[in-house]
Nanobody, 122 residues
Framework: QVQLVESGGGLVQAGGSLRLSCAAS????????MGWFRQAPGKEREFVAA????????YYGDSVKGRFTISRDNAKNTVYLQMNSLKSEDTAVYYC???????????????WGQGTQVTVSS
């Protein structure tokens, strides 16, 4: 049973920072790509970032490039999303997910966490 548990969401003012964490269990974490997606009310789920199994390659959605950083600690089975210079449009539920291959398409990800709410006040 694969489990992904996100944490670190909350309320922050515009321009502030948050770091999300996603703890994984039930799968050999270091063999899989990890990704972050987000979904704002009334909008489709959006690709945020992905990181290769070894952490050497990272990928970002256009709306977060230069502001967000994805990283992973395979010894802790955890992936992180450092979010800086937050904007009101970053408000969404953030989900982590795992995939056997690098992709920005949610259909490629087979296990998902329950999500954590990030609210950015302007």
């Amino acid at each position: 049973q694969v489990q992904l548990v996100e944490s670190g969401g909350g309320l922050v003012q515009a321009g502030g920072s948050l770091r999300l964490s996603c703890a994984a269990s039930g799968r050999t974490f270091s063999r899989y790509v990890m990704g972050w997606f987000r979904q704002a009310p009334g909008k489709e789920r959006e690709f945020v970032a992905a990181i290769s199994w070894n952490g050497y390659s990272t990928y970002y959605g256009d709306s977060v490039k230069g502001r967000f950083t994805i990283s992973r600690d395979n010894a802790k089975n955890t992936v992180y999303l450092q979010m800086n210079s937050l904007k009101s449009e970053d408000t969404a539920v953030y989900y982590c997910a795992t995939s056997p291959r690098v992709s920005g398409t949610e259909n490629e990800y087979d296990y998902w966490g329950q999500g954590t709410q990030v609210t950015v006040s302007s």
